[in-house]
């Protein structure tokens, strides 16, 4: 199982990026989905999470910004960025917790994709 994560580049204060992060592999059901970011220098942080209902919730500097989303079907989970900040910038990475065809739940990370905010 692999969670592959994209989307990421530069973008100007105000604009926006969509982030996909998708999921392969023995998958029988994907539950809880979240985004978490790591700034240089920086703990990671956890960013936004949906759970299997499609339940959000989200760090406080970004409600009302982000939005979290995800498609089953396709096995894909979205973070919608909108009026992006500097102190946005970082590395952002998608965490799946996913019930493998062996009937086992496990916690997976995407590679990580880089976002920058800057003029």
């Known amino acids: 199982v692999q969670l592959q994560a994209c989307g990421g580049g530069l973008v100007q204060p105000g604009g926006s990026l969509r982030l996909s992060c998708a999921a392969s592999?023995?998958?029988?059901?994907?539950?809880?989905m979240a985004w978490y970011r790591q700034a240089p220098g920086k703990q990671r942080e956890l960013v936004a999470t949906?759970?299997?209902?499609?339940?959000?919730d989200y760090e406080d500097s970004v409600k009302g910004r982000f939005t979290a989303s995800r498609d089953d079907a396709k096995k894909q989970a979205y973070l919608q960025m909108s009026s992006l900040k500097p102190e946005d910038t970082a590395v952002y990475f998608c965490?799946?917790?996913?019930?493998?065809?062996?009937?086992?739940?496990?916690?997976?990370w995407g590679q990580g994709t880089l976002v920058t905010v800057s003029s």
């Open positions: 965490n799946g917790k996913i019930l493998t065809v062996d009937n086992i739940w496990r916690d997976y």
């Open positions: 592999g023995r998958i029988f059901s994907i539950g809880a």
């Open positions: 949906i759970t299997s209902g499609g339940t959000t």
